[in-house]
Each structure stands twice: as structure tokens, then as C-alpha cells.
């Protein structure tokens, strides 16, 4: 399995990069909403990490964009729940 073969593994991939790196991203962030369940999957994500990963991640969209923060928001988190689905499935 590749995760460029899977719906977001692409963000997960980078965000796990940026983490190993100590760098904050908003794919990092959203590993870290998903640490728990990607950690069951058998993924090495640090327990440690910034106390509300959600709050941050919307907060680093709109410093970009505030009109479109939420869309993106809940379009990495679908593809953060599809990855993790996928995972899941052995796809």
C-alpha cells in the first residue's frame, strides 16, 4: 500500500513528514486530530502534540483565507476519515 494510492494519503504522508520534522502544518494538524485512530492503524504518530489540534487547524485556514477556512476545514477531515476508512478496508 501506497499512500499516494489512497484518498488523502498525500495530506497524512506530508503530515507525518512535518511532525518527524517538528514543523506545524495543516497537514500535521490534521494528523493530529486523527492520531488516535491512525495510531490503532499502526501509525507512528507522537502522542504529544498541541492541545486542541482542531481549534489549530481552522485557525491556520483562515489566516490564510477566513471566507473559505470552514469548507477546507471539513474537506481535510473528509479526507482525513476516507484515508483512515481506506486504511481500514486494506485498500
Known amino acids: 500500500m501506497t499512500f499516494d494510492s489512497l ?5 497524512i504522508h ?3 513528514a512535518d511532525i518527524a520534522a517538528d514543523r506545524v502544518s495543516a497537514e500535521a ?16 504518530v507522537p ?3 498541541p492541545p486542541e489540534p482542531e481549534l489549530g487547524l481552522y485557525r491556520l485556514l483562515a489566516e490564510s483565507d477566513a ?13 482525513l476519515v476516507s484515508f483512515e476508512r ?3 478496508s486494506g485498500a
Open 29 to 44: 494538524l490534521l494528523v493530529m486530530i486523527g492520531a488516535p485512530r491512525l495510531r490503532n492503524l499502526g501509525f507512528d
Open 67 to 79: 471566507d473559505s477556512a470552514h469548507a477546507r476545514y471539513n474537506a481535510m477531515i473528509r479526507l
Open 86 to 88: 481506506a486504511v481500514e
Open 14 to 16: 506530508q503530515g507525518l
Open 7 to 11: 484518498p488523502g494519503g498525500a495530506l
Open 47 to 49: 502522542d504529544s502534540g
